[in-house]
C-alpha cells in the first residue's frame, strides 16, 4: 500500500512536470510570422545589404577547392550517390577529372 502510494505520488510529479505550459511557449503564439513588405527589409539599411553581397561574392571567388568540387557532384545526381558510398573527393574524380578515351 505504500508503495502504491509513493509511485502515485512520483506519477502525479511526472505529470506536472511534463504537463506545465511556461510563459515562454506561448511567446510564439502571440507574434503573427508575417509582416508588410514595407517592415520587411527595414531592418538592414542599404549600405549593410551591399557590404552583404560584397562578402558573397569575395567567398564565391575564395572558395577551397574541395568546396567547388563538392557542389558540381552535389549538382549532378549519379555523382552524389557515389559520393554518399565512396566519399566527394573519389566520386568527383570518377565523374568530372576522367580523361578523354578512358572509361
Given amino acids: 500500500m505504500r508503495t502504491l502510494l509513493l509511485l502515485s505520488i512520483l506519477a502525479a510529479l511526472a ?12 511567446e510564439s503564439y502571440e507574434i503573427s510570422p508575417f509582416i508588410n513588405r514595407r517592415n520587411a527589409n527595414t531592418f538592414m539599411s542599404p549600405q549593410q545589404r551591399w557590404r552583404a553581397k560584397a ?22 545526381k549519379l555523382c552524389e550517390r557515389y559520393a554518399m558510398v565512396y566519399g566527394y573527393n573519389a566520386a568527383y574524380n570518377r565523374y568530372f577529372r576522367q580523361r578523354r578515351g578512358t572509361k
Fill in 15 to 26: 505529470l506536472a512536470a511534463l504537463c506545465y505550459e511556461s510563459h515562454e511557449s506561448m
Fill in 55 to 76: 562578402q558573397e561574392r569575395i567567398r564565391e571567388r575564395t572558395k577551397p577547392a574541395y568546396e567547388i568540387s563538392r557542389e558540381a557532384c552535389d549538382d549532378f
